[in-house]
């Protein structure tokens, strides 16, 4: 068959042996064949079409045109009456005050949201690794906070930490601490931000890493049982070096997902949700881009702040691929 | 590049049930930890049944309500009428079916080619795929923004559809399912016998891949249902909305009501995706650990 498209055995040689059905095959002149051929060839790229072309119409060319807006002023609904400024959004927005409190704001939420999420899910996944009673209640229980979605939890989250009357100062006047000013003083709105993404993501990344860590082989805890490993010196030197990829993986993931974060501040809000709190001290590069862009009416200097968020992603992914080539490096591999 | 990512060795059979993992017994510190994590995760949700059925005056009175209370129907009824909740639950219900349905059956078709078939440029476009994860909705949202003016699709249904059409993480995840699931044999022997690409798809890939098109069905819908920002953006009038936009309606302030009526909104949106965990939990759990490690 003089054609480059085959069934693919998966990376490994083929070792299929010539199948005793092949003299069935259409004889090569017959119209059938040439059906038969160009199926072949096309069906791969007719199978993928739909994604691809998707995408280039909803991701690829809103993309790139963001960016083309970027350098213009522009408004919404007046495309057409775009005008050329050069760089001069990004100027502005380097000037802004807004825009690095924004910056700064979406980097120590992401902080104080993802790390504390990731190592608690470390620890549960460490937990439901074991021998257990009720474990599929316990799984289905950590992962339903994935279920609701961030409208609902943000305000149950909002009702939860009200300054007032919320249940969170009420326990907490149990112990004399309060009350906190959960709405109006930066840090502790930041918390309870952060709080919410927390809870809904700390239950689907322990499932995560549980499924990496039931793939690590028995053996390496029973050898390190046997040279007297305990259980937590077991879990740093065998569980964690294991599961490195994954858990590379979750801080790429919860990185992005921090980066973008927009209905759980606006949501807290309230009415000043919008513009991230009363005095914006947890407006986010989403919720200013939001503002910006629909609010201000600004739309060229809304595209810009996208392409900084994209310039963002770009740094960690560039990030991700460095420190995976040192690990490997570091393993000798 | 898809090299690096984290893939699980799962074999056929254990792809989407956890297997019993660490055979070590959990020790009663542990039982007590996971426990607590358990209370944590469902607290809030039990809370929020609480303040749905207190009255409004009670839900704002410290200290906070810690039991249900008798006012739910009534709570219900108000956030009901107040936002077009019952309009909401429908298009909701249609948006989230129809992104599953077309994200279930172009992943699959793609899943397949890059799983199985070979062809020109497969790695590259693959990569591609892998790529596209990590764009969020806040890049494209002003062109779509405009698209959708243009096309008078504003406060529309396939205005909403339209951008979740597809999605690579169900492109990888079902090429991931296929790379193992789906034996070449079977492919080439059913080409073999002359079976033409749409026979093959519909007699071989989709009974083969109906367990993981179900989990990545399950995995869409929910993440559909809940979808916030790009429906808050381009549904602005009432009329039109999505449970996650009536509900940002209900709780922004636009509205008089007190928090116990916002919080029999959430309810509403909440409690049939939590029916759904409750009947079908098991495999979503499985799903997610089965897919998520590789995307």
């Known amino acids: 068959m003089a054609t480059s498209v085959k069934a693919d055995s998966g990376g490994s040689p083929a070792s299929v042996p010539p199948s005793p059905a092949q003299h069935r095959r259409p004889s090569p002149s017959s119209l059938r064949s040439k059906i038969y051929h160009w199926d072949l060839k096309a069906s791969p790229y007719a199978f993928i079409a739909p994604f691809f072309l998707c995408f280039a119409a909803f991701g ?21 009456q775009a005008q050329w400024v050069g760089f001069e959004n990004y100027a502005k927005l380097m000037g802004s005050e807004f825009f690095w409190h924004a910056l700064v704001n979406t980097f120590t939420i992401g902080v104080i949201s993802t790390v504390p999420q990731l190592l608690m899910a470390l620890g549960l996944a460490h937990l439901l690794n074991s021998k257990l009673r009720g474990r599929a209640f316990l799984r289905i229980a950590v992962l339903t906070p994935y279920a609701t979605s961030i409208a609902a939890a943000t305000l149950v989250f909002a009702a939860l930490f009200q300054t007032d009357y919320g249940l969170i100062n009420s326990l907490l006047d149990v112990f004399g601490i309060g009350p906190v000013q959960w709405e109006t003083s930066k840090w502790p709105a930041q918390i309870a931000i952060s709080t919410i993404v927390t809870w809904r993501w700390t239950g689907y990344n322990a499932l995560i890493y549980l499924a990496a860590m039931q793939a690590v082989p028995n053996d390496l805890y029973e050898a390190a049982a046997l040279d007297g490993a305990s259980r937590w010196r077991q879990f740093i030197s065998v569980t964690i070096p294991s599961i490195r990829p994954t858990i590379l993986f979750t801080i790429i993931v919860s990185t992005i997902g921090a980066t973008q974060l927009f209905g759980e501040p606006m949501l807290y809000g309230g009415n000043v949700g919008i513009s991230g709190g009363s005095g914006g001290q947890y407006q986010t590069l989403s919720l200013l881009l939001y503002q910006t862009g629909w609010t201000n009416n600004n739309l060229g200097r809304a595209s810009a702040i996208a392409w900084v968020m994209l310039l963002i992603l770009l740094l960690i992914g560039a990030i991700q691929v460095i420190t995976a080539r040192v690990n490997r ?5 | 590049m898809t090299t690096q990512l984290p893939v699980a060795p799962a074999t056929r059979r254990s792809r989407f049930a956890l297997g019993a993992g660490d055979q070590r017994k959990a020790g009663p510190i542990a039982y007590v930890l996971l426990i607590v994590a358990a209370l944590v995760s469902l607290f809030p949700l039990y809370w929020n049944l609480v303040a749905a059925s207190n009255s409004g005056a009670r839900v704002q009175q410290a200290p906070a309500p810690l039991l249900p209370g008798s006012h739910l129907l009534d709570n219900l009824s108000v956030a009901w009428n107040e936002v077009h909740m019952g309009t909401a639950l429908v298009n909701t219900t249609v948006v989230a079916s129809v992104v599953s349905l077309s994200t279930v059956l172009f992943a699959t078709l793609a899943g397949f080619a890059f799983a199985k078939l070979r062809f020109k440029g497969r790695n590259l476009l693959l990569g591609l795929v892998v790529a596209t994860m990590t764009v969020p909705p806040q890049l494209t949202v002003i062109p779509l923004y405009q698209i959708v003016t243009d096309l008078h699709w504003t406060d529309t249904l396939q205005a909403v559809i339209m951008p979740s059409l597809v999605a690579a993480f169900g492109v990888f995840f079902m090429r991931q399912f296929l790379v193992e699931a789906l034996p070449v044999e079977l492919v080439e022997a059913a080409r073999m016998d002359g079976a033409n690409s749409l026979r093959i798809i519909w007699h071989i890939v989709f009974p083969i891949a109906r367990p993981a098109m179900a989990v990545l069905g399950m995995l869409t819908f929910v993440q559909s249902w809940n979808d916030f920002f790009w429906p808050f953006i381009v549904l602005t009038d009432n009329g039109t909305p999505t ?18 009526i916002v919080l029999a909104g959430a309810l509403i949106s909440t409690v049939p995706l939590l029916l759904v965990f409750a009947f079908l939990g098991k495999h979503i759990v499985g799903g997610i650990t089965a897919g998520a490690v590789k995307s």
């Not at chain 1, 809103?62 to 495309?79: D, N, R």
């Not at chain 1, 490096?329 to 591999?333: F, Q, V, W």
Request: hydrophobic share 45%.
């Open chain 1, 60 to 80: 690829l060319f809103p993309l790139i045109y963001t960016g083309w807006l970027s350098l213009h002023k522009v408004q919404l609904g007046a495309e057409g």
């Open chain 1, 329 to 333: 490096k570091k393993l000798g591999g």
């Open chain 2, 243 to 260: 449970l996650q936009v009536s509900l940002a309606g209900l709780g922004a302030g636009n509205h008089t009501v007190d928090s116990a």
